[in-house]
């Protein structure tokens, strides 16, 4: 699976921004999606992650009521839905798939090259 994020740019606080992740390959439909993101300095953040069905959804505290995941198997595409932004927001952010819905970075499968978030005060 190939994954490929868009949508970062650059929004006020307190705005909000959609996140898409676009994924090649016929297996997508049988892995997990997550969002990560890393701010300058700080380790990998888990965000968000959705099982294969989108029957199971679970949220990072920092992130819960504020972000919402959601996929699409037909177009092969996993969202996120960022609203209230702020500031601390600010990163790179990531989407990754793996079979198992882990939340740890180190056990992804596949990542996308990351799409920029910036969130001014």
């Known amino acids: 699976v190939q994954l490929q994020a868009s949508g970062g740019g650059l929004v006020q606080a307190g705005g909000s921004l959609r996140l898409s992740c676009a994924a090649s390959?016929?297996?997508?439909?049988?892995?997990?999606m997550g969002w990560f993101r890393q701010a300058p300095g700080k380790e990998r953040e888990f965000l968000a992650r959705i099982t294969w069905s989108g029957g199971s959804i679970y949220y990072a505290d920092s992130v819960k009521g504020r972000f919402t995941i959601s996929r699409d198997n037909v177009k092969n595409t996993v969202d996120l839905q960022m609203n209230s932004l702020k500031p601390e927001d600010t990163a790179v952010y990531y989407c990754?798939?793996?079979?198992?819905?882990?939340?740890?970075?180190?056990?992804?499968?596949?990542w996308g090259q990351g799409t920029l978030v910036t969130v001014s005060s």
């Open positions: 390959g016929r297996t997508f439909s049988r892995y997990a």
């Open positions: 990754a798939a793996d079979k198992y819905g882990s939340t740890r970075s180190g056990d992804q499968d596949h």
